[in-house]
């Protein structure tokens, strides 16, 4: 089975930048970040299918999606973040995944890290 283990969340300021970084165990083809606030329905943030990525609009030109084949990690590099993005990101992974939008073409997820951005 797929474990996925994410760090790098954490408290920073509006405008800063911050890093995830989603380490996996086993076999993975497609791998996304996922977000959920309080309140709010989880919420697809980027996703990568070797090279190939996919962003929210939200977060176009602002996030960048990057996976390390070798290491089996992905990462999320979050630039200019704003108070908006504070929110539990999940990281997940799937071996088929047909809409990279929705939660449950996903196979597996990592526990969640908490990123709060301060105003």
């Known amino acids: 089975q797929v474990q996925l283990v994410e760090s790098g969340g954490g408290l920073v300021q509006a405008g800063d930048s911050l890093t995830l970084s989603c380490a996996a165990s086993?076999?993975?083809?497609?791998m996304g970040w996922f977000r959920q606030a309080p309140g709010k329905e989880r919420e697809l943030v980027a996703a990568?299918?070797?090279?190939?990525?996919y962003y929210a609009d939200s977060v176009k030109g602002r996030f960048t999606i990057s996976r390390d084949s070798l290491k089996n990690t992905v990462y999320l590099q979050m630039n200019s973040l704003k108070p908006e993005d504070t929110a539990v990101y999940y990281c997940?992974?799937?071996?088929?995944?047909?809409?990279?939008?929705?939660?449950?073409?996903?196979?597996?997820w990592g526990q969640g890290t908490q990123v709060t951005v301060s105003s």
């Open positions: 997940a992974a799937g071996l088929t995944v047909k809409v990279v939008t929705i939660p449950g073409q996903y196979d597996y």
């Open positions: 990568i299918r070797w090279s190939v990525a």
């Open positions: 086993g076999r993975t083809e497609h």
